[in-house]
């Protein structure tokens, strides 16, 4: 039984074919087979996620929204830091990663964890501007990623938090002090993960960093299920909302 579970899951996350004429139906064939064992076999893959938000401090009685938050796995890591929180939102698209997300809520008692099912571009809470967003390997999963940055800020209050975690690769000619990573890894894994639409970009990062001012940035590699001997280039960016600001950098510029 574990090994046909262990071949299922690699069908789903290597060879299925992935169809659908929307990105909300991409999305739920993608997950569909994956859902229920997503977060036991993603764990050692997703690099600088519990570290990501273990390091996140929402104020007391703020409001936090998961964006890609999934099956509801990267709220685990601070179970003790829920009850403080007036509000949290588990934003995604596929409705199979939600059921399980549903169902963690379920168990362990969530008072103020809501499910939604939205493009994470497009959601408002109805509570007004929030403290914290996050996006856990995510990122890499929308096409309207630019928006979904925008949308973030324009959602936090001035001096709220965004985090980050993602895979990447650096740019040509990156920040110095940035990691600048050789041709082959900025060819090879853009054009891998393309074919499972995952976009691993040169952008993210320089876009988090033009629209936030940096806490803390983390770059590293992480190991890739099924593919012994590759890792792939990850960061982890926590950044925060300028008092000052009142709308995107870019949108005002």
């Known amino acids: 039984m574990n090994l046909v ?40 893959m997703l690099h600088g996620r519990e570290d990501l ?4 401090l929402p104020p007391l009685n703020g409001i936090w929204l998961d964006m890609g938050g999934g099956t509801g796995g990267n709220l685990e890591p601070v179970d003790d830091r829920l009850p403080s929180l007036r509000k949290v939102y588990i934003v995604d698209l596929s409705s199979s990663m939600l059921d399980v997300a549903r169902r963690r809520i379920a168990e362990r008692n969530w008072k103020n964890v809501s499910v939604i099912q939205a493009d994470m571009a497009e959601f408002v809470p109805p509570e007004g501007p929030v403290d914290l967003v996050t996006f856990s390997y995510s990122l890499t999963m929308t096409p309207n990623w630019f928006d979904a940055i925008t949308h973030a800020f324009d959602l936090l209050r001035p001096g709220g938090l965004i985090g980050v975690a993602d895979y990447y690769v650096s740019q040509k000619f990156p920040t110095p ?7 082959w890894t900025r060819t090879f894994w853009p054009m891998w993960f393309g074919m499972r639409n995952v976009h691993p970009s040169p ?11 940096q806490v803390t940035l983390q770059e590293g ?11 792939i280039p990850f960061y982890r ?9 009142r709308t995107s950098p870019v949108l005002s510029s």
């Open 5 to 44: 579970k262990e071949i299922r899951f690699a069908w789903h996350l290597l060879y299925k074919p992935i169809r659908g004429t929307t990105h909300q139906e991409r999305l739920e064939c993608f997950y569909r087979g994956q859902a229920v064992e997503y977060d036991r076999r993603r764990q050692n």
């Open 53 to 56: 938000y273990r390091d996140l």
């Open 177 to 183: 002090g940035m990691c600048r990573h050789n041709a």
């Open 203 to 213: 952008d993210h990062l320089p876009c988090l960093q033009q629209h936030f001012e």
């Open 221 to 231: 590699t992480s190991p890739v299920a099924l593919m012994p001997g590759f890792r």
């Open 237 to 245: 960016f926590i950044g925060r909302k300028s008092l000052h600001s």
